[in-house]
């Protein structure tokens, strides 16, 4: 099916979905593999997508409108694109949508959701349906989950076989600036780890009913869909602490 746009990045005028916006403009305006490449921006608001875009002179090739709570309006958007990159949140109350859109269009969807309760609710309710329609559904491709996925791959790499890398241990390290106080989280982080702390208990109860051996691609190169690195099976892709 023909489709208006490549990537549309859905809360495009949130705080992530404005640096990914300009990064997909800046990626656009150098050419090469990006030459011609459709992107659009979409929200619930046209004013404020429109604001955006002209405050960093942004020149999509869209303004799709749609909320997560009109299930119609996310379908109709989801439909017009190849890969939709979901940056509304928190997942746990608004991403379920944006993904049954996607399977229900033959949409690819990629995110950078940091909360295992909606990753693991997904892979329950939404995976086969995903395989059957043939649809990416990607989570996780973001700061926590990007470097440490990469930084496992390639660790993993570095023993010859027969040596396998049973466990990496990854630890990150922040430089705030220097005159900022301490360090800080934006608003919608901060809620989405507030309920994610809060919820804990609810998700190791879900995660025992998570089948053993979920197919879980937890990076991806977008525009070739192609894999970049995979779950190691030792290696577990997003943690709950033990009970
Ligand atoms: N894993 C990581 O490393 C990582 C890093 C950064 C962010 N995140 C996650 O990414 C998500 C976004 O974070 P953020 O800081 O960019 O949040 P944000 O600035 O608050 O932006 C949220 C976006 O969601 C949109 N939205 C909210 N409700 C909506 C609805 N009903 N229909 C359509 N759009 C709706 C907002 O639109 P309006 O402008 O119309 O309100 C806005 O565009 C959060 O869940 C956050 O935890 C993860």
Request: with cysteine; proline share 6%; net charge negative.
């Amino acid at each position: 099916m023909a489709r208006d746009f490549d990537v549309i990045v859905f809360g495009a005028t949130g705080y992530t979905g404005e640096h990914i916006s300009r990064e997909l403009h800046a990626l656009a305006s150098k050419g090469g593999a990006w030459q011609g490449v459709a992107w659009a921006i979409g929200g619930r608001s046209q004013l404020k997508l429109s604001a955006m875009a002209s405050k960093h002179g942004l020149t999509p090739a869209g303004v799709v409108i749609a909320d997560t709570a009109d299930a119609a309006s996310l379908r109709s958007m989801t439909a017009r694109a190849k890969v939709v990159m979901n940056a509304t949140g928190p997942y746990r109350f608004y991403g379920e949508a944006v993904v049954e859109a996607c399977i229900a269009t033959k949409t690819d969807y990629v995110d950078l959701c940091g909360e295992p309760e909606f990753i693991d609710r997904c892979l329950l309710k939404h995976a086969d349906a995903a395989e059957a329609a043939g649809v990416l559904i990607v989570h996780a491709c973001a700061f926590d989950s990007i470097p440490a996925d990469i930084g496992c791959l390639f660790t993993a790499l570095q023993y010859p076989p027969p040596g396998l890398c049973a466990h990496a241990d990854m630890y990150h390290t922040f430089d705030v600036a220097a005159d900022a106080k301490g360090a800080a989280a934006h608003a919608t982080t901060f809620y989405a780890a507030v309920h994610g702390f809060g919820g804990v208990g609810a998700t190791r109860a879900q995660r025992k009913d998570s089948p053993p051996t979920c197919p879980l691609v937890i990076s991806c190169c977008l525009l070739g869909h192609l894999p970049l690195a995979t779950c190691h099976p030792l290696l577990a892709p997003h943690d709950v602490p033990p009970a």
